[in-house]
């Protein structure tokens, strides 16, 4: 089966710009997830998605950041203003349910100047 | 709340040669553990994991961990390391008892495999 598809792959914005991911989850994957990867560190999960309600976002920054998964299949993470701060690897991941394995993508390597 | 801590932040071996790559979790009744391998410019992928059972758990490629409750630890050991090994390597927790399934990552190790 397919795996879980990002993009794009690599972004260059300058701060103060508007930037969107896209996930695709692995097909019949009900769980949907986006984190946060800064270099040297491990992934944060800043949402959860359930088919298309959000479990947990208790760590996204809401003033800046937005996802939404209308039709409870593929995602979009979007940052308005970035900051230099946002520099990272984004990374999305899906499951069959809840509890079970996570499947992540490539990521999304995001530069912010 | 639940923690991960991977003490060595880097690991070098030589090519053949065994390595353990260290991970202990702050102690709860119950846990899932897991190990994930990030190569690089790619997404985690799957080692190994522990939701109950033998504490011995076996992986891809060779890596094994054993889960250890009383010293809180879940190392990961390889007998003999491949070139191909050189990767960050991921432990992670989740509650099993909690409203969500939410993992908590350790902060990584990188493995570098000297020829």
């Known amino acids: 089966e397919a795996g879980v598809a990002q993009s794009p792959r690599y972004k260059i914005i300058e701060k103060r710009q508007s930037v969107a991911f896209w996930c695709n989850p692995i097909s019949g994957h009900a769980t949907l997830y986006w984190y946060q990867q800064i270099l040297g560190q491990g992934p944060k999960l800043l949402i959860q998605?359930?088919?298309?309600?959000?479990?947990?976002d208790s760590q996204l920054p809401k003033d800046r950041f937005s996802a939404e998964r209308l039709k409870g299949v593929d995602s979009t993470l979007k940052i308005q203003p970035a900051k230099l701060e946002d520099s990272a690897v984004y990374l999305c991941a899906s499951s069959r349910r809840q509890g079970n394995e996570q499947y992540f993508g490539p990521g999304t390597r995001l530069t912010v100047t | 709340a639940q923690s991960v801590t991977q003490l060595d932040s880097q690991v070098p071996v030589f090519e053949e040669a065994p390595v353990e790559l260290r991970c202990n979790y702050s102690?709860?009744?119950?846990?899932?553990l897991f190990w994930y391998v990030q190569y690089p410019n790619q997404g985690l992928q799957l080692l190994l994991k522990?939701?109950?059972?033998?504490?011995l758990v076996k992986g891809i490629n060779g890596f094994e961990a054993e889960f250890n409750k009383s010293q809180t630890s879940f190392h990961l050991r390889k007998p003999s390391v491949h070139i191909s090994d050189t990767a960050e390597y991921f432990c992670a927790v989740s509650d099993p008892e909690g409203r969500d399934d939410k993992i908590i990552f350790g902060k990584g190790t990188r493995l570098h495999i000297l020829p």
């Open positions: 522990y939701l109950s059972g033998s504490t």
């Open positions: 998605f359930q088919n298309n309600g959000v479990v947990d």
């Open positions: 102690s709860s009744v119950s846990v899932y």
